[in-house]
């Protein structure tokens, strides 16, 4: 199994460029969700899915949207990128939500936005 | 709201010298508390989940423990490849948080 794969590794982005981060599992996981890791603080949620056609937001979705139309796939997009949004993504996945399922981690994407 | 804040933010060690991580929390109805390594420029790799107050886990030179306020990942006798970041993380119903994590460098 390749586990949580993400792709790209690394993207430069000009302010109000959009852009697709992709994820994905093949481990038959229902819940995925998308992480930002910032310098000092902890691993934030920006959105995750509970299954197939089901997301809903985190801590801090402002600026990025998602979807789910497979188990598989979990992509992020933002919208029109801003130099806040330079970060380090991470996507997981579990086979649930509520009942502490371990979530398995993805090896990140480092995003910057001049 | 859920909270994790993790003690020290950066540890350093002699090889061989024994030391214990902390995690606290405030949770609404806690499903696990999770501790994770996190190596640069990776993601986070799982080591344990504890489910309830008085709750033990080992692996190789970590031992993970649990109370109702906070959590502790004791390293016994580390070494230099024991060096990464230590993430500590908790669940609750409808919430996820982690806390910003421990440095920890072991010099040989």
């Known amino acids: 199994n390749a586990g949580v794969t993400q792709t790209p590794k690394f993207q430069v982005l000009k302010t109000g460029q959009s852009m697709t981060l992709q994820c994905a599992q093949d481990m038959n996981h229902e819940y995925m969700s998308w992480y930002r890791q910032d310098p000092g603080m902890g691993l934030r949620l920006i959105h995750y899915?509970?299954?197939?056609?089901?997301?809903d937001q985190g801590e801090v979705p402002n600026g990025y949207n998602v979807s789910r139309s497979t188990t598989e796939d979990f992509p992020l997009r933002l919208l029109s990128a801003a130099p806040s949004q330079t970060s380090v993504y991470f996507c997981?996945?579990?086979?649930?939500?509520?009942?502490?399922?371990?979530?398995?981690f993805g090896p990140g994407t480092r995003l910057l936005v001049l | 709201e859920d909270q994790v804040t993790q003690s020290p933010e950066a540890l350093r060690l002699q090889e061989g010298e024994s030391s214990s991580l902390n995690c606290s929390y405030t949770v609404s109805g806690l499903r696990g508390l999770f501790w994770y390594r996190q190596d640069p420029g990776k993601g986070p790799e799982f080591l344990f989940t504890?489910?309830?107050a008085g709750e033990e886990k080992e692996k190789e030179r970590l031992k993970a423990t649990l109370t109702k306020k906070e959590s502790f990942l004791h390293i016994t006798a580390p070494k230099p490849e024991d060096s990464a970041t230590y993430l500590c993380a908790v669940q609750s119903y409808n919430d996820m948080r982690f806390g910003a994590g421990t440095r920890l460098t072991v010099k040989p």
């Open positions: 997981a996945s579990s086979r649930g939500q509520r009942g502490g399922e371990t979530q398995y």
């Open positions: 899915s509970v299954g197939a056609g089901i997301t």
């Open positions: 504890l489910y309830s």
